[in-house]
């Protein structure tokens, strides 16, 4: 039997407007929930990302601005205007998009984000208060999106083993930071694996829940699955299709044809796991903005 797909479009949507009233509630209190994102450069799939996030923003009644700097701006420039938002009381989250053009330092440039409006959970400070359980800190929305598409389909982490493929500083790693909490959508089993990860599919085979973020076309194939497990796609990769009118087409790291035939349940690439970013980013700023209030 084919594999229930996961929603990510609808649980995203569902999950925007139960946060409406949290955003009433805020602007009832005088507070309107803002976020400024900074756009280094014109790399096209990060001019699309700002775009949905401004959008999503919009639709929610959150203030957005985007500030777009030219890819040859100077480092202490960039650190300028992150410390003018910082400063800048109507702005409470602030998100610097990446990847940033090769001349900055990615970690000078993300570090410089006042931890208070870090809503991407990248600064130091909320990288410790999220391995900590502290729900002060900010949780990085792709994996945070993760962890509800997971608790919003009914799949149980407590006790299962979960297998996470990819250990960058914004998925793996905080991924599984998430599933060992004690709590819900928690108390998980985690493996990590890398490009060091000796047989891999050997491991993976394991997963009761496979988490796949490593930028590799279809890279998890059939063999890698084990029959009945929930698989999370969080690849997003372009690939050439000469059929479509932009070029190409999104797919993810899995294999979604082979897999789904395997999987209980499995995200589609597109609709599975961007909209949840998106959506958690809008959770993470109101987080902010009701934190900076209280
Ligand atoms: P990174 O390039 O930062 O990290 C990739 C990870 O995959 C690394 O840990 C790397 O291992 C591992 N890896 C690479 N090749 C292999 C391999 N052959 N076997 C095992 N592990 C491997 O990627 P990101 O985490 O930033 O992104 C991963 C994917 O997720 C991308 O497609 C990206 O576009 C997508 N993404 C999607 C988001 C969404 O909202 N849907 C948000 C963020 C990312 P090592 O450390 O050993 O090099």
Request: hydrophobic share 40%.
């Amino acid at each position: 039997m084919p594999a229930k797909l996961i929603d990510g479009t609808a649980i995203g949507r569902a999950m925007r407007t139960e946060l409406l009233p949290r955003i009433a509630e805020l602007k009832h209190r005088g507070i309107t929930p803002g976020l400024a994102v900074i756009l280094v450069g014109e790399d096209p799939a990060s001019q699309v990302y700002v775009r949905m996030k401004g959008k999503a923003c919009e639709e929610a009644g959150i203030c957005s601005e985007t500030l777009r700097l030219a890819a040859d701006t100077a480092e202490n420039a960039v650190i300028g205007e992150i410390d003018r938002l910082n400063a800048d009381p109507r702005i409470h989250g602030i998100l610097v998009q990446t990847p940033l053009p090769k001349h900055l330092n990615s970690a000078r440039v993300l570090h410089r984000v006042d931890p208070r409006k870090d809503v991407d959970g990248f600064h130091p400070e909320n990288v410790g208060k999220v391995v900590l359980g502290d729900p002060t800190g900010f949780r990085p929305a792709t994996p945070f999106g993760v962890q509800h598409l997971l608790l919003k389909t009914g799949v149980e982490t407590k006790g299962a083993h979960v297998v996470i493929v990819g250990r960058s500083n914004i998925v793996g790693r905080p991924m599984a930071a998430l599933l060992i909490q004690d709590g819900p959508g928690g108390n998980a089993t985690v493996t990590i694996c890398h490009s060091r990860t000796r047989d891999l599919p050997a491991v993976t085979r394991l997963a009761d829940i496979l988490i796949v973020a490593i930028g590799k076309p279809k890279f998890v194939t059939g063999e890698m699955v084990r029959p009945g497990a929930v698989v999370i796609d969080v690849g997003v990769n372009r690939v050439a299709d000469p059929a479509r009118e932009k070029g190409y087409r999104l797919v993810g790291d899995v294999d979604f044809e082979a897999a789904r035939h395997l999987a209980s349940a499995i995200t589609p690439v597109p609709g599975g796991v961007g909209p949840m970013t998106i959506t958690m980013l809008l959770y993470n700023t109101v987080q902010a903005a009701t934190q900076w209030a209280d």
